[in-house]
């Protein structure tokens, strides 16, 4: 990932990152150009998903096949196992 300089344009480099939570961080960035010299903070935030990861459809699964009684899961296996 690239920042950019919000006074020169040139590069910026990341010195320190703040994590606030899994989908948002506090980047402290400093100009590359010695004669520009900003520091400043901007931040990194999870926008949305492209495609969904497996592990979270992996874990959704899971956690219904979990709910189910045990004739519900057993019926269930025995759907599967006809795929």
Same mark, same amino acid.
């Not at 990152?17 to 520009?36: F, G, M, Q, V, W």
């Given at each position: 990932m690239?920042?950019?300089?919000?006074?020169c344009?040139?590069?910026?480099?990341?010195?320190?990152? !703040?994590?606030?939570?899994l989908?948002?961080?506090?980047?402290y960035?400093?100009?590359?150009?010695?004669?520009?010299?900003?520091?400043?903070?901007?931040?990194?935030?999870?926008s949305?998903?492209?495609?969904?990861s497996? &592990?979270?459809s992996?874990?959704?699964?899971?956690?219904?096949?979990?709910?189910?009684?045990?004739? %519900? &899961? %057993? %019926?269930?296996?025995?759907?599967? !196992?006809?795929?």
């Amino acid at each position: 990932m690239r920042v950019l300089c919000p006074g020169c344009g040139s590069v910026a480099i990341i010195g320190k990152t !703040n994590r606030l939570s899994l989908a948002h961080a506090d980047l402290y960035c400093s100009c590359s150009d010695p004669e520009c010299g900003h520091t400043f903070v901007t931040n990194l935030s999870f926008s949305h998903t492209l495609s969904p990861s497996s &592990r979270t459809s992996s874990a959704i699964v899971s956690e219904l096949a979990r709910a189910l009684s045990p004739v %519900q &899961r %057993q %019926q269930l296996q025995q759907e599967l !196992n006809l795929l």
